[in-house]
């Protein structure tokens, strides 16, 4: 395993680890209890593996793409607000399709936003997805390097090695 594939790896799990507890934070405050939604972990992968999504098609704030195409950008502003619409965008769009592909295979709603202001359809709402989006640009612009980075310096060879030996 090369360091960049598990340097992204290690992203998406802290992602998921985030996601788990900004959503059980937020159940727990308007509804006054937390739903993990039988996970074993404190992880939602859905969160880490839509983040990764989202990197791989628009890059990040300070690199923003369009479908891998590098954009010319130079003001930062535009890129950041570009990055925050493309979210935007992703989360709504996201949303409303697990949400009717989980109600029609499993005959399950996970959640319901038909009590929000502005939502569209039960599965999405214009606070939610900007809430999400917002929490996305953030992390993308001021932990998604820095977390790389970091993880780039894990030596895969030596992991992979103490598991070999049980050490």
Not at 137 to 156: A, Q, V
Request: glycine share 6%; aromatic share 20%; proline share 4%.
């Amino acid at each position: 395993m090369s360091v960049k594939n598990l340097s992204l790896i290690l992203v998406i799990v802290v992602a998921s680890f985030i996601g788990f507890c900004v959503e059980n934070t937020f159940i727990g405050f308007m509804r006054g209890f937390v739903d993990n939604r039988n996970m074993v972990l404190p992880f939602l992968f859905g969160y880490g593996l839509a983040l990764f999504l989202i990197y791989v098609l628009f890059g990040t704030p300070h690199a923003p793409e369009f479908f891998t195409k590098q954009l010319n950008i130079n003001n930062e502003w535009i890129k950041v607000l570009y990055y925050f619409f493309i979210t935007f965008l992703c989360v709504s769009v996201g949303e409303i399709i697990l949400g009717h592909l989980t109600e029609w295979c499993c005959g399950i709603v996970w959640w319901n936003y038909s009590a929000l202001p502005l939502h569209i359809t039960k599965y999405t709402s214009v606070p939610t997805s900007m809430g999400f989006a917002f929490l996305i640009t953030l992390f993308m612009r001021y932990c998604f390097d820095p977390l790389i980075n970091l993880f780039s310096k894990i030596d895969p060879f030596e992991c992979q090695l103490k598991q070999f030996l049980f050490l």
